[in-house]
């Protein structure tokens, strides 16, 4: 059975503060992805990596970095975080090409105060 | 720009009736497109995907969606709704390149005993 995985369920954080979540998924995936969700919003999307050490900015890259360094791992990075990144986090992988569809992490609530 | 736009961003039916959710897009090349749930506090679960083969689509839990290209339409239908279908529903399309997906702000299902 298919896997993405996040660090996190839920996390607070005061203004200010770094913040690093984790994804891993087991399939053996070229691209991972990073969205936020906020309510009426739908999914936005932050950065996008397409291989190890590549990644493409998103919609809404601002305030925000990656990582990855292995092609199972795709890390999101706030290095100071502020009351509007308050939100629910979500990490999806696809394998890439036409009728590859995208799996998703069970997400990660952040509120920042 | 915008790439997809869900037409309503809520829709309350009663159980047992049919239920439709609209969904269309804009998109110069022949598109991916998928239907995903999201039940509360859940993550993303894919009910179906478009990739170019039949036109109509069967999903999960009795869902089907009919890809119209002269309507640039995507809409997502079921003959009788349960109250298990309670949920939001996105609409996502992926362009020429297949690796990035584009979301619509969603619509939440409500259903009515």
């Known amino acids: 059975d298919v896997k993405v995985t996040q660090s996190s369920r839920y996390l607070v954080k005061r203004t200010g503060e770094k913040v690093f979540l984790e994804c891993v998924q087991d399939?053996?995936?070229?691209?991972m992805f990073w969205y936020r969700q906020d309510p009426g919003l739908g999914l936005r999307l932050i950065y996008f990596?397409?291989?190890?050490?590549?990644?493409e900015k998103g919609d809404i890259p601002e305030g925000y970095s990656v990582s990855r360094e292995k092609k199972e791992r795709f890390s999101l990075i706030l290095e100071s975080t502020s009351t509007n990144q308050t939100s629910m986090y979500l990490c999806?992988?696809?394998?890439?090409?036409?009728?590859?569809?995208?799996?998703f992490g069970p997400g990660t609530r952040l509120t920042v105060l | 720009a915008q790439s997809v736009t869900q037409l309503d961003s809520h829709v309350s039916v009663s159980e047992g009736t049919p239920v439709l959710l609209r969904c269309n897009y804009s998109s110069s090349y022949s598109p991916s497109l998928f239907w995903y749930v999201q039940h509360p506090n859940k993550g993303l679960q894919l009910l179906l995907k478009?990739?170019?083969?039949?036109?109509l689509v069967k999903g999960i839990n009795g869902f089907e969606a009919e890809f119209k290209k002269s309507e640039t339409s995507f809409h997502l239908t079921k003959p009788s709704a349960h109250m298990s279908d309670a949920a939001e529903y996105f609409c996502?399309?992926?362009?020429?390149?297949?690796?990035?997906?584009?979301f619509g702000s969603g619509t939440k299902l409500n259903v009515k005993p």
């Open positions: 478009y990739t170019s083969a039949a036109t």
């Open positions: 999806a992988s696809s394998l890439g090409g036409r009728a590859s569809e995208q799996f």
């Open positions: 996502v399309v992926t362009l020429y390149n297949f690796n990035k997906f584009y």
């Open positions: 399939m053996d995936h070229e691209n």
């Open positions: 990596s397409y291989d190890v050490k590549m990644k």
